[in-house]
């Protein structure tokens, strides 16, 4: 939780305290601060006798914290799918202001955003931007949350070979928080999911088979609903970009109907759009025949 001290302060300020009575036996009240503006990290022992002092548990914590994060990924995701580039530049001043946050923190957020800009800009990371996302995922101990959000916000900017290799490790260093929760799961699922069509994009298809194997171990959940929807569609994809047109097709057509059936219309013209990328216009107007749409 890289922002911790941040809304630890929140708190504390919520309930009119100052940091000489919270901190008074626990921490210096200097050590207390630099720890709220995210420049010293705090021991369990130390944050949980802290959190007792404010009458705050732990999960009330951890919920405050992370709403605080949703808030901001939710507007980086909308900005993003409306392709509103001001917005995104607005959210990357505010995090480019926020003092909670830990140098190293400050550094990766400021080059996601850059990164998801860009994507739309055509204006790419430069090589020590690229160079440190990279690092810091490949020395961490283990991914959790932010690690696949940076991971899945930034690796259209990465060189193929390194997404394929992260993709690798991201399952690895993060496989004892795969099941905690349905939104884990649905995270390790969009970055398959960014990850296997990167892969076919740069027609490196191949790489891709082993991100669906992936993919399928993490969608065992019965309410994964869309996630199987998604997994008929990106095995359609991997099949026709590694030469099985057919069945590629077949396994495209049949997640296509499912977004039909459930009346999923703007995921269904979604998909069909970013399949032009890859199919013949004769495939795509085939495909749209036999899902009776225009």
């Known amino acids: ?54 009458n705050v548990t732990w999960s009330e914590f951890v919920y405050i914290n992370n709403a605080y ?11 993003y799918l409306h392709e509103d580039i001001g917005g995104l530049e607005k959210i990357q001043q505010e995090i480019e202001t926020n003092q909670d946050l830990t140098p190293t923190y400050h550094k ?3 080059i996601m955003m850059k990164a998801l800009i860009g994507s739309l800009t055509g204006i790419p990371l430069s090589k020590a931007e690229i160079n440190t996302v990279i690092h810091y995922l490949s020395s961490v101990a ?56 990167y892969c076919c994009e740069q027609r490196r298809a191949d790489e891709a088979v082993p991100m669906l194997e992936m993919f399928e171990k993490l969608i065992d959940h019965p309410r ?47 998909e069909l759009s970013y399949l032009d990328h890859f199919l013949t216009d004769d495939e795509v107007v085939g495909l749209r025949t036999r899902l009776k749409i225009s």
Request: hydrophobic share 35%; charged share 20%.
């Open 1 to 54: 939780m890289e922002n911790i001290g941040g809304t630890f302060r929140l708190l504390r300020k919520s309930k009119h305290l100052s940091l000489d009575a919270v901190g008074k036996g626990i921490v210096t009240t200097s050590f207390l601060s630099r720890f709220e503006r995210g420049q010293y990290d705090i021991s369990v022992q130390n944050l949980n006798q802290l959190l007792e002092r404010i």
């Open 69 to 79: 994060k949703k808030n901001i990924s939710n507007r980086i995701s909308q900005c």
């Open 108 to 110: 990766l957020y400021s």
């Open 142 to 197: 283990n991914w959790t949350s932010f690690e696949l959000y940076l991971f899945g916000n930034t690796l259209m900017m990465l060189p193929i070979d390194n997404v394929v290799s992260l993709s690798k490790l991201m399952f690895q260093k993060g496989e004892e928080y795969n099941y905690l929760n349905t939104d884990n799961i649905s995270s390790y699922t969009r970055v398959l999911n960014n990850a296997i069509c």
């Open 224 to 270: 994964q609903f869309y996630e199987r929807m998604k997994l008929l569609n990106l095995r359609g994809l991997v099949l026709y970009c590694t030469g099985n047109v057919t069945d590629g097709l077949e396994s495209l057509y049949r997640s296509l109907f499912t977004c039909k059936l459930i009346d999923a219309t703007t995921v269904l013209h979604h």
